[in-house]
């Protein structure tokens, strides 16, 4: 039998290039949205919401993805050098900014030959994001993709806060930003172990963290109102299994996903952190593990005022740094999904 599609039957339909990042996925979209307006990508982010986001759950949601599915979409550049725009989708809504995408939409664009990179050489690309320009270097080693990239401006938002999460009890919790915020928790010293087989307290305890402090704690980026939420909680551990390993993290965002990827952002935004409290210094470089043992290195390669938009200094932090974050990302499939009108569950559901 060879299920040819009727010709008579119409189908909407949207195609996809699918990676991973060090264990975490993307979907990336290679046609069937329409054009995304907008001279920001802030502004195009909230288009895409307002107009588009029964595309998102199409994507993202069962049956043709799950509740840790994550997604890209491709757009036109906002910026005159930038090589490309990349809006970031998940069970949730939109993030501001993802590492763990931008290294595999960039490898991804080697493989595809979108991106002609010779071996050896590194091209240094400009990618257009809702937080801010990303600067990424494309590479090959031995015919594969090597990707790194520096993140925006990122800084300690708060240290030593207590957040008292009901069921649990007082959970101490330091705030940064990495291109989105989150609350950081030393799982070790709150008994919690970061380990796949914990995964279901983690998402429990992770989501309720993160709406105790954002009910209690009131965000407010130095630029722009849009960058100012809270998008995830992420548990950190000295419990590693590579001795040459800084620390694990797991990341719950969005509506209790789990990151299987140390969190590009995350590890931005932690870098960020451990440099405030000089626990890191400049071009030191840092190994972290995910929930999966994955890994990715990061480093503050070089420290920036943080100013609020009228000029002054932010009073969130007066010095932040510029994260260098690598991983490895891998293509894992190419598929075209279909949409039937008359499917009552075209749009798609969430059952965790």
Do not use: W
């Not at 240094?124 to 080693?141: C, R």
């Not at 590890?267 to 043992?293: C, F, M, P, W, Y």
């Not at 009228?310 to 932040?320: A, H, M, R």
Request: glycine share 8%.
């Amino acid at each position: 039998m060879k299920f040819a599609l009727p010709t008579n039957h119409k189908y909407m339909s949207l195609t996809t290039l699918d990676a991973h990042t060090e264990g975490e996925p993307l979907r990336i979209v290679t046609s069937g949205y329409p054009n995304i307006p907008g001279g920001t990508m802030l502004e195009k982010r909230q288009y895409v919401t307002k107009h588009l986001d029964h595309l998102r759950q199409v994507l993202m949601f069962e049956p043709r993805g799950h509740a840790d599915m994550y997604g890209a979409i491709i757009t036109e550049p906002v910026e005159p050098d930038s090589t490309f725009g990349v809006l970031f989708m998940h069970n949730e809504g939109y993030s501001s900014m993802c590492g763990h995408a931008i290294i595999a939409t960039v490898s991804a664009a080697i493989e595809c030959q979108d991106i002609e990179v010779e071996e050896g050489e590194t091209k240094t690309l400009f990618i257009d994001a809702p937080a801010g320009k990303i600067t990424a270097y494309a590479s090959k080693q031995s015919g594969k993709p090597k990707v790194h990239f520096d993140c925006v401006p990122s800084f300690a938002e708060a240290v030593n806060l207590i957040a008292d999460v009901k069921g649990f009890g007082a959970v101490n919790y330091d705030i940064a930003f990495g291109g989105a915020y989150y609350a950081f928790v030393d799982a070790d010293a709150h008994g919690i172990e970061c380990n796949p087989e914990n995964v279901e307290q983690l998402i429990t305890l992770g989501r309720a963290i993160k709406h105790v402090v954002a009910a209690s704690y009131q965000i407010s980026h130095p630029n722009h109102d849009d960058l100012s939420f809270l998008y995830g909680t992420i548990f950190t551990s000295n419990k590693v299994t590579d001795s040459n390993s800084h620390s694990r993290h797991v990341c719950i965002f969005a509506d209790g996903e789990v990151d299987r990827s140390p969190t590009g952002t995350g590890v931005s935004a932690r870098i960020a952190l451990l440099h405030h409290k000089g626990e890191a210094s400049l071009n030191e470089t840092l190994t972290i593990e995910s929930i999966i043992s994955s890994r990715m290195t990061v480093s503050a390669v070089s420290t920036i005022d943080i100013e609020s938009s009228d000029g002054k200094p932010s009073t969130v932090s007066s010095q932040g740094v510029i994260p260098r974050v690598s991983g490895s990302a891998y293509i894992t499939g190419v598929h075209q999904f279909l949409i039937d009108e008359e499917d009552p569950q075209k749009d798609g559901f969430i059952l965790r």
